[in-house]
C-alpha cells in the first residue's frame, strides 16, 4: 500500500494519516481508515493519475484524533554499513569475508594469465581481403611548420613583418640551444616555465619586437620540423630502386614523397626546409639537445613498401578456372585487379615475453659454442702454416748448400780449364798503362808483349779472349781464391809437373798464369772481370757511390767466385742503398749469397707488385717455391683487406662507361655483399 501525500490543515494542525486503496482493509486490521476509490494526486507531489470513467471521492474527513509527532531517532554513531552485508562479529561473517577475498584473488589471476596469454600470442601475418574497411588510428596532426605567425597581439609596425628571417632563428636557437653553460641553463628552465623564457628572449634578444607568444610559435614550428627530419631520416624505402638523378633537392623530394605515400607523418615538410637546417647547423643543435628525447626521436624504421622492380598485379594473365577452384578450396584470395591503397596498420606495442630470458640465455650459450669451434678451427690453420713455413725453411736451407757445391764445383772445373786458341786482344788497364795500345800479333807482336810482363804480373784470358796484365800481389791480396791459385801455379811448374796438368793443358809450365802462352782461364763476362778490377783499384769511395746497381750486381758475383771477402761486404753494402735494383734481382742475390738481411726487404718489395705483372725473367729469378710463397702471401692480404676494410676500395671505371654512379653502387654491392663473407 502506497500512503497519500499529508494534508495540512490550519496552523498547528496535522491531520492523522490517510490511507487508500481500491481494497477494503482486513477486519483484524486497527489505525487509521482506508477509503476506497481513485488514486489522490498532489499539487506538488505526482502520483498515478485517476482511472477513466471514476467517480469523484468524498470528501476526506479525519477517522481519528490528533496524534502529535514522534520525536526524532538519534543517528547511530559510526560508519553506516552497506545494506545485505553483516558486521564482522555477527554469525558468518568471518568467513564470508574470507571467502569473498579468495574470490577477489582468483579474479586478478585469471586476468593476469589471459593478459600473459594474449602477450605470447604470435602476430599472424595479414591477409589481403577485397575491399577492406580503413581502421580506426589516432594519427597525429600534422603541424603546420610555415613560418607565417599569427599572433594577433604583435602589431605590424612593431614587428615590421611577419615572417622568421633564418638570422633571427639562428640567434634564438643559439641562445637556447648552444653548448655553453648559459644556454643549458635556459633550455632547462624552459622545461620548466617555457612562457617565461620567451618573455626573456623577446626582451633579451628581440627588444619587444617579437612578443613571447611570437617566440613560442616559431620554437613549436621549429620543433615539429626537427621531428619530421628524423622522421625522415628513419625512413628507408626508395621506391623501387635509387632515383637516376643528379640533384640532392630531387633525390629528397622523391624521399619525402615515398614516406607520405607509405603513410609517414611528415607534415609540410620540404626539400628546402632539410637542405635549410643542415646549412644553418639547425640539426646539429637540435640533436645535441633532443637526440635522445623520447618525443622527437622515432626509433620505429619505416619503409616504402614498394616493389623492388616492375610488377603487374593484373589479373589478366590468370586463368579464371584456376582462380575459382582456389577459391573454391578456401585458399587465400588473391589481390583483385584494381589497386586498393594498402591499410595502415599501427605497431602493436613490443612486450618481451615470458619466455625471452630463456630464448636469450640459449642463444648465448650457442654463441658460445660457435666462437669455441672457431677457435679450434683457427688453431689448427695455425699450426698447419707453422709446419708449411718449416717445411719451406728446410728447402731453402737444401737450396742453399746445393748452391754452395755447384758453387765449389765450378771453382775447381775453371781452374783445370785451358785455353784452346788464342787471343784476339790484349789491354792493360790495371797493369802496364803505357802498354794500353799495344796490339795483340800473334806473328809479330808476341815478343813485345813478353816484355812488358815482368817477374810481378800475371795474365789472365777471360771467356771474351781478351788479356789482361794484373798485378798478382793485388789479386792475391784481395781474393783468397787468387793467392792460393797463384802460389800452386808457381810450385808445381817447377816442382811438380804432375800437378800442373790440372791447372795448364797437361804440358809443363802452362795454364799457371805466368806467362802469355799460359795463361789462366775465367768463366766470367768481360763486364764482370773489369767490374772487380776497377773495385780493387779505385782509392775513391766517392767514385763508388755513382756506380750503377748493374756494376755492383757484377763485382759481387766476382767477388763470390773468386772469394774476395772485402769485395762482397762492399759491394754488398752499395746494392743495399741501390734504389734502383729489382726486387727480384735483390731476393735471387739474398738466396744465392746467404744475405739474410735482405729477405725480408726484397720480399716486401715483391709484395707490391701484382701478381699479373710479374715477368717470366723475375719469376725465373726469384724460383718456384719463392713464387708459391708470394702468391699465398697475396691471397692471405687481399682476404685480410676484404674482411677487415671499412671502406670499399675506389672502382676503376671503364672508358666507355656511361653510367658511372650505377657502376660504383654495383661495386660497393658486390664488395660488401660477396667479399665481406670470405673466410679464412
Known sequence: MEPGPPQYGYAGYMPPPVYYSPYPPPPSMGGPTYVSGPTYQHPEC??????????????????????????????????????????????GGKAAAAKAAKAKADGKKRARRATNAKENEPVSDPIIVDNPQPLTRTTPTPIDISDDDSDSSDNEEESGRKRWSAGEKTLFFDWLLGPDSQAEHRFTQHKKNPAH????????LFSG?????????????????????????????????????????????????????????????K?????????????????????????????????????????????????????AEERKAGGVPKTPAVKNPATVVSETKFTPASKFRTQVNNSLGNMSELVKVKMAAEEKKSRALEAKLELEKEKLDLEKKRMEIDNNKGKVDMARTVPSEAADDIR??????????????????????????????????????????????????????????????????????????????????????????????????????????????????????????????????????????????????????????????????????????????AFRELLKIPLALLTQDQIHKIGFSAYIT?????TKIAEHRAISALVAPPVVHDVDCKRPEMCKKAWAHAWWGEANKTEF
Open 428 to 601: 792493360w788497364p790495371w797493369g802496364v798503362r803505357e802498354r794500353r795500345e799495344v796490339s795483340w800479333d800473334v806473328a809479330h807482336g808476341i815478343d813485345e808483349t813478353k816484355k812488358a810482363i815482368d817477374e810481378t804480373k800475371r795474365a789472365i784470358l777471360t771467356t771474351s779472349d781478351i788479356i789482361y796484365g794484373v798485378y798478382a800481389f793485388k789479386l792475391a791480396s784481395i781474393s783468397e781464391y787468387f793467392n792460393d791459385l797463384l802460389e800452386l801455379g808457381t810450385q808445381t811448374s817447377k816442382s811438380e809437373p804432375a800437378k800442373a796438368e790440372a791447372l795448364g793443358s797437361g804440358k809443363q809450365g802452362e795454364g799457371n798464369g805466368q806467362a802469355l802462352d799460359s795463361p789462366l782461364i775465367l768463366h766470367s763476362t768481360e763486364a764482370a772481370f773489369e767490374a772487380f778490377l776497377e773495385f780493387s783499384s779505385t782509392r775513391s769511395q766517392a767514385n763508388l757511390y755513382r756506380k750503377p746497381a748493374l756494376f755492383w750486381l757484377h763485382a759481387i758475383e766476382m767477388a763470390d767466385f773468386l772469394g774476395s771477402t772485402s769485395v762482397m761486404s762492399t759491394a754488398t753494402h752499395h746494392l743495399s742503398l741501390a734504389k734502383d735494383l729489382d726486387p727480384a734481382d735483390r731476393l735471387q742475390l739474398a738466396i744465392r749469397y746467404h744475405l739474410d738481411e735482405w729477405l725480408p726487404t
Open 630 to 634: 708470394l702468391a699465398e702471401t697475396h
Open 271 to 323: 626539400p628546402s626546409v632539410v637542405e635549410l637546417w643542415e646549412k644553418k647547423g639547425w640539426r646539429d643543435l637540435f640533436t645535441q639537445r633532443f637526440g635522445a628525447n623520447a618525443k622527437v626521436a622515432r626509433p620505429v624504421i619505416r619503409s616504402s613498401a614498394a616493389p623492388l622492380s616492375d610488377v603487374d598485379d593484373d589479373e589478366e594473365n590468370v586463368d579464371p578456372v584456376l582462380l
Open 209 to 269: 619586437k617579437r612578443s613571447d607568444k611570437s617566440v613560442g610559435g616559431m620554437w613549436q614550428r621549429a620543433l615539429a620540423t626537427f621531428g619530421y627530419i628524423v622522421a625522415l631520416e628513419s625512413f628507408t624505402g626508395n621506391g623501387g630502386g635509387d632515383p637516376d638523378l643528379d640533384d640532392p633537392a630531387a633525390i629528397l623530394g622523391k624521399k619525402l614523397d615515398a614516406a607520405r605515400n607509405a603513410g609517414l607523418v611528415v607534415g609540410t615538410l
Open 197 to 204: 623564457v620567451y618573455r626573456k628572449a623577446s626582451v633579451e
Open 46 to 91: 505526482p502520483s498515478p493519475s485517476p482511472a477513466p470513467n471514476s467517480r469523484p471521492a468524498a470528501p476526506l474527513q479525519p477517522t481519528q484524533p490528533t496524534v502529535p509527532p514522534s520525536p526524532p531517532q538519534k543517528r547511530p554513531v559510526g560508519r553506516p554499513r552497506k545494506d545485505g552485508t553483516k558486521p564482522g562479529n555477527a554469525k
